[in-house]
Nanobody, 121 residues
Framework: QVQLVESGGGLVQAGGSLRLSCAASGSGFSINVMGWYRQAPGKQREFVAFITSGGGTNYTDSVKRRFTISRDNAKNTVYLQMTSLEPEDTAVYYC???????????????WGQGTLVTVSS
């Protein structure tokens, strides 16, 4: 069974920075894509960024040039470096893993528990 554990959320002033981490644990799986989503109060969960096993990245327009996603394949960990934070970035940030079970060959979709990021104005 694959589990994701996120960390790094907190309270920051507008213009500040935070780095989120998400570590995948378990056995018998491979990772294709890891990404971050967020859900602001009263809104639907939305895509933020993803990174492929080969290092390809994609971002939603509102975070381009401010957020950077990276991964450490050896540690099965993905990071989201957030800079120039704005109050509109306030949300619960969720890590997501798309992978493959080496036992069943089923596709895996795993979500983390979420970490709260609050940006004050």
């Amino acid at each position: 069974q694959v589990q994701l554990v996120e960390s790094g959320g907190g309270l920051v002033q507008a213009g500040g920075s935070l780095r989120l981490s998400c570590a995948a644990s378990g056995s018998g799986f491979s990772i294709n894509v890891m990404g971050w989503y967020r859900q602001a109060p009263g809104k639907q969960r939305e895509f933020v960024a993803f990174i492929t096993s080969g290092g390809g990245t994609n971002y939603t327009d509102s975070v381009k040039r401010r957020f950077t996603i990276s991964r450490d394949n050896a540690k099965n960990t993905v990071y989201l470096q957030m800079t120039s934070l704005e109050p509109e970035d306030t949300a619960v940030y969720y890590c997501h893993l798309n992978g493959l079970s080496r036992y069943s060959y089923n596709t895996l979709h795993v979500w983390g528990q979420g970490t709260l990021v609050t940006v004050s104005s």
